[in-house]
């Protein structure tokens, strides 16, 4: 097996922020695992929001689009442990996986937004997440390789014993579960981000989505600025930008089609805005996203 890369995957231990933590809203072709040891706030992703507290497991598919909030004070600084990993990696061993397989495409498939689940610090995946990270940078580069995949297998086995285990089924944890209405989140700017989730295809102006919520446009810009610390406008890009990269990855449609069906019909706008997001050019990230399909 060659050497793993640190976009292929990528462990990082109880990384503290002390001061305000807003990320932007981005998205990325990794899964991601980020259990939180103490912090609290909000997750907002695919135009639905989450509370976040010490304990909890946010799972983020790839090119999933979220942005996470956090609080920081002085007594709760935001710790967290992060695994980041392209499921490409694993594709020798799934043969030999076929349930943890399965159970992965199944999560990967979900339509809607994982809620994040509440783990215990001393159950068995927060130490092993834990542990190995103690361990992988003393492992040699062949070592390296070989261990993080079973590393990650060992993972995604233990989250669908969780599932298995767990009183309700997986479709229980998305976010179409019946909840009641979010008390963190205006709800004119959630319902201002699902408007974007289902149009952001299409050419459309600020006046669409205020008319749509009966609000003008400086009280819905507010709003939405307010909660999310973004514009309308700059999410509708990462949407756009998101759902690129997913076209870019898996198809073989020219690059001025993909900025087009989603909604940005100028190729060089579109190669700008890409640039600017992603830090490299639709090309650029075609190329390397096959090259990894070939390791």
């Known amino acids: 097996m060659s050497h793993i890369h640190a976009e292929q995957f990528r462990l990082m231990c109880r990384r503290t922020t002390y001061t305000a933590f807003r990320e932007v809203f981005h998205a990325h072709s990794q899964l991601e695992l980020t259990y939180i040891h103490d912090g609290y706030g909000q997750l907002i992703t ?37 695994l980041m990993v392209e499921l490409d990696l694993l594709h020798e061993y799934w043969p030999h996986f076929t349930a943890t397989h399965h159970f992965t495409q199944h999560l990967l498939s979900e339509q809607h937004s994982i809620q994040p689940l509440s783990l215990l610090p001393d159950s068995q995946l927060v130490q092993h997440l834990e542990h190995f990270g103690v361990q992988y940078p003393d492992l040699l580069p062949y070592e390296a390789s070989e261990d993080a995949c079973l590393f990650v297998l060992d993972v995604l086995t233990q989250l669908r014993w969780l599932w298995r285990t767990a009183a309700h089924p997986l479709d229980q944890y998305s976010s179409n579960a019946a909840a009641g209405p979010s008390e963190i989140i205006d709800p004119h700017a959630e319902a201002a981000m699902q408007w974007v989730e289902q149009h952001y295809a299409e050419a459309f102006r600020l006046e669409h989505v205020a008319d749509e919520l009966h609000l003008s446009v400086y009280h819905l810009s507010h ?73």
Not at 47 to 71: C, K, T
Request: glycine share 8%; net charge positive; charged share 20%.
């Open 223 to 295: 709003l939405f600025k307010k909660a999310t610390g973004t514009s309308i406008i700059a999410y509708a890009q990462a949407a756009r930008i998101r759902q690129a990269c997913v076209l870019l990855g898996r198809t073989s449609l020219s690059i001025p089609e993909i900025g087009h069906r989603v909604g940005i019909s100028s190729p060089s706008y579109f190669c700008k805005v890409f640039r600017n997001v992603v830090g490299t050019t639709p090309h650029q990230y075609r190329l390397r996203m096959r090259g990894r399909d070939q390791v």
């Open 46 to 82: 695919e135009g639905h929001v989450f509370p976040l507290e010490p304990g909890m497991l946010m799972i983020f598919r790839p090119f999933q689009l979220h942005h996470v909030q956090i609080q920081v004070s002085k007594d709760h600084p935001f710790v967290r442990t992060v």
